[in-house]
């Protein structure tokens, strides 16, 4: 059983940055896929970005340039770094494992909030 544990999310302003974590198990973080998913309120969750075991990427169109996802196998931990945060990327913020660079994995984490407000 994977367990995903993230952290750094938080309130910023408009332009600000910040940095998500999500930590998991040594063997389940060396096989899978990993990624960020976000939900905004009245809206269905969406891909953000997902990188491979063998360090290939995707991203959402629209995050392009902006964010950037990197995975640290000495820590068994996945980033997201956020730069140039608008308020439309207020949203729950949930990091996933398995499944594929297009594709949502069976395992998530419990969702960390980021809210961009001035």
């Known amino acids: 059983q994977a367990q995903l544990v993230e952290s750094g999310g938080g309130m910023v302003q408009p332009g600000g940055s910040l940095r998500l974590a999500c930590a998991t198990s040594?063997?389940?973080?060396?096989?899978?896929?990993m990624g960020w998913y976000r939900q905004a309120p009245g809206k269905q969750r969406e891909l953000v970005a997902k990188v491979s075991g063998g360090g290939n990427t995707n991203y959402a169109d629209s995050l392009k340039g902006r964010f950037t996802i990197s995975r640290d196998t000495a820590s068994n931990t996945v980033y997201l770094q956020m730069n140039s945060l608008k308020p439309e990327d207020t949203a729950v913020y949930y990091c996933?494992?398995?499944?594929?660079?297009?594709?949502?994995?069976?395992?998530w984490g419990q969702g960390t909030q980021v809210t961009v407000s001035s």
């Open positions: 040594v063997s389940f973080f060396r096989a899978s896929v």
């Open positions: 996933n494992a398995g499944g594929s660079l297009w594709s949502s994995g069976y395992y």
